[in-house]
């Protein structure tokens, strides 16, 4: 039943967004945020709260510091976030192959 295949689809990466930024950091150690918010095309604000939800989820950690004088902002994937981010991907595909079957 396609029903019990949507049960493993994590509600945390529902968002374009959040999709998005867990996409970058899968493959990027660590991005910034001028960078999310360039390539996703977002304010401040919009980026700053999906940031947070992820944050809360212990998916991403957030490292502050400066450089040059100048604050910057770096994000991390934790292994958490790595696990739940490929176990989404697993329940895509299989929802994917069932619905294609």
Do not use: C, W
Not at 11 to 30: C, H, P, T, W, Y
Not at 36 to 58: C, M, P, R, V, W
Not at 66 to 76: A, H, L, N, Q
Request: no cysteine.
């Amino acid at each position: 039943m396609v029903k019990e295949f949507l049960e493993d689809i994590n509600k945390a990466f529902e968002s374009r967004v959040r999709l998005g930024i867990m996409s970058m950091l899968m493959v990027n150690d660590e991005v910034d945020f001028n960078t999310f918010k360039e390539l996703l095309g977002l304010t401040d604000g919009n980026l700053a709260s999906h940031i947070k939800a992820l944050e809360g989820l212990e998916y991403i950690k957030v490292k502050k510091q400066f450089v040059e004088r100048k604050p910057k902002t770096t994000y991390s994937r934790t292994r958490e976030g790595e696990h739940a981010f490929k176990e989404h991907l697993r329940a895509l595909e299989a929802f994917i192959k069932k619905t294609s079957d």
